[in-house]
């Protein structure tokens, strides 16, 4: 069968805020800088994967290498993939800066990625899978689920929305309350998020988990709009 058949999602081209531009990745680098605590994402995505020296990791979406240089520190190998050939840029950068050897980058993302190798221990994603359509996340759950070995674990943190009976009301709640927390620019991108990219519902999220193949060892809702999953396959 051909790799990408003609009615094949293109996850390159990019949803919501388009990251090809090298000074806007920059931009995005610091504001991400001023808002993402990495020593913290990285402590509770090891911890929850159970994550040892020996073990091999792929980080999809892994943006401007942030969180793939700081757990590369703990583990034997990392695979970090992009859909932004300029993410991709300023990561390897980052890693050379800091003397990580040990992290290989790709342009690539949950559909397009072909991973060379033994299955891997852990697969990490974090804000990404929102960028595809249900029917799409599905696919690319699958592929993560092939990618693992038994037993490999599987830690997923994004945008995922509740069921309430007031979207409008929950909506713009939610980006005043970011407004005042976060500012101006970044309440305009969860306006943007809202309107152009694919966060599905809770209930929803749970259940592709688990016909995917995957049981769900910790489900956690939190800020009225992120959630985390670690599930094992």
Not at 31 to 50: F, G, L, P, S, V
Not at 59 to 70: C, D, H, L, S, Y
Request: hydrophobic share 40%; glycine share 4%.
């Amino acid at each position: 069968m051909k790799l990408s058949p003609n009615w094949y999602y293109s996850e390159i081209k990019q949803v919501g805020i388009d990251y090809s531009d090298i000074q806007e990745v920059q931009a995005y680098d610091l504001r991400m800088q001023k808002i993402r605590d990495i020593q913290k994402e990285t402590e509770n995505a090891k911890a929850a994967i159970n994550l040892n020296k020996s073990h091999s990791l792929l980080e999809i979406g892994t943006g401007t290498g942030e969180f793939a240089v700081e757990i590369s520190r703990h583990c034997k190998k990392v695979y970090a993939i992009d859909i932004s050939p300029a993410m991709i840029e300023v990561a390897r950068k980052k890693a050379k800066l800091q003397r990580r050897d040990n992290i290989e980058f790709f342009h690539a993302g949950f559909l397009s990625y072909q991973h060379q190798g033994e299955p891997l221990d852990a697969v990490v994603s974090q804000l990404v899978l929102h960028h595809l359509p249900d029917f799409w996340k599905f696919l690319a759950l699958k592929r993560i689920f092939q990618m693992l070995r038994k037993g490999g674990k599987f830690y997923l943190r994004d945008v995922v929305f509740p069921s309430v009976d007031d979207y409008v009301s929950f909506f713009n709640q939610l980006i005043d309350k970011i407004r005042l927390s976060a500012g101006e620019e970044i309440a305009a991108e969860v306006e943007i998020h809202i309107r152009e990219e694919y966060s599905t519902l809770d209930w929803i999220m749970e259940d592709l988990l688990i016909r995917t193949g995957f049981k769900i060892e910790q489900a956690d809702y939190y800020d009225e709009f992120l959630a985390v999953y670690v599930c094992t396959k």
